[in-house]
């Protein structure tokens, strides 16, 4: 209640803000709209606020005509792509990650025979890992230096949490680590050529995702830091085999909440000021609920908890340098 409270003094006090700006202006060229349920990318999507603009335009330039109204086919088109990639990814990561399966046929029974942690006490771990990182973060965050606009705590909560759970959990670490050769290499370039499909066509179709020199600089730090963690989640939830595979998908996607839970938390209760990790969290849930299936299936042709971890870094390492600005 006083989250929502404060949330609308804070856009009374934005449109206030606004009228005096257009009030101060003595020549005529500012106007004020409001367009309900309008954002900064509303010029992509909406067609009532690319239409406010382009009269605004043509009044302000004195041009002549009526501009028609713009058209959603490259939207449909970009959406239609990027499902036709997610289609592709699958059998994609079947046939490149399980090619060595005869190879790794030992390491693949011994790795089957590990147990997952009971799903409670799981997120009982991640629940408390996930509070005290946040807390430490408010003191020092390892991955400052690295200067990505919010995503360095991201980084830095990812690694925390990461290496705490792996070393809660070290024996069951080291058996891990004996098998680490499994199905690895594979994982990691299907990771790098799945960013460098998604990123090339969002930048040909939609959005500016394409990577530039300064973001690839950043790669490497990111993919290090991000993999503890996915190692760790690996190792909790154990192999494959152990269960089916929705019930897999379902319990990993849990723990990415009770993580992202105590974001929020930061958030709202501790002053953080990582707002993004709160706004953005719609697109978190897609790309968690794309990668956490993609590791799964990594997972189901490898039986290397190492080989899911890397892809799954890799994925969220290409995804946050796309989404926060380098600074």
């Not at 995503?151 to 098998?179: C, H, K, M, P």
Request: proline content about 4%; glycine content about 6%.
């Amino acid at each position: 209640m006083k989250s929502s409270r404060r949330s609308s003094a804070i856009a009374l006090s934005m449109r206030a803000n606004a009228a005096d700006l257009v009030t101060s202006r003595t020549d005529g060229t500012a106007q004020l709209l409001l367009i309900p349920s309008a954002s900064h990318a509303s010029l992509l999507f909406s067609r009532a606020a690319l239409r406010a603009i382009q009269d605004w335009t043509a009044k302000t330039l004195q041009l002549t005509g009526s501009p028609g109204k713009p058209s959603l086919r490259h939207v449909y088109g970009a959406i239609a792509g990027f499902i036709g990639l997610l289609l592709l990814a699958n059998p994609f990561l079947r046939e490149l990650t399980g090619k060595k399966r005869n190879a790794v046929e030992e390491t693949k029974e011994r790795a089957e025979t590990g147990n997952s942690v009971s799903w409670p006490r799981m997120l009982l771990e991640f629940a408390l890992g996930a509070i005290l990182i946040v807390v430490l973060l408010r003191y020092w965050n390892p991955l400052r230096p690295i200067h990505l606009f919010e995503g360095d705590y991201l980084a830095g909560f990812l690694l925390l949490l990461g290496v705490a759970l792996l070393i809660f959990r070290w024996n069951s670490l080291r058996e891990q680590l004996l098998t680490w050769k499994a199905g690895l290499l594979p994982a990691f370039f299907a990771g790098l050529i799945l960013v460098l499909l998604f990123t090339a066509w969002l930048e040909l179709s939609l959005y500016e995702a394409w990577l530039t020199p300064a973001k690839w600089s950043r790669f490497p730090f990111l993919f290090l830091a991000f993999f503890p963690y996915h190692f760790a989640e690996e190792i909790y939830l154990g192999p494959a085999a152990n269960k089916s595979a929705w019930r897999r998908f379902a319990a990993g996607l849990s723990l990415r909440a009770v993580a992202w839970g105590a974001l929020a938390v930061g958030v709202l209760y501790l002053h953080s000021g990582e707002i993004l990790m709160v706004l953005l969290l719609p697109y978190f849930v897609l790309l968690h609920s794309l990668q956490r299936r993609g590791m799964d299936i990594v997972q189901q042709e490898t039986s290397s908890a190492l080989a899911a971890a890397a892809f799954g870094a890799i994925l969220l390492a290409g995804f946050c340098l796309v989404i926060f600005p380098v600074t």
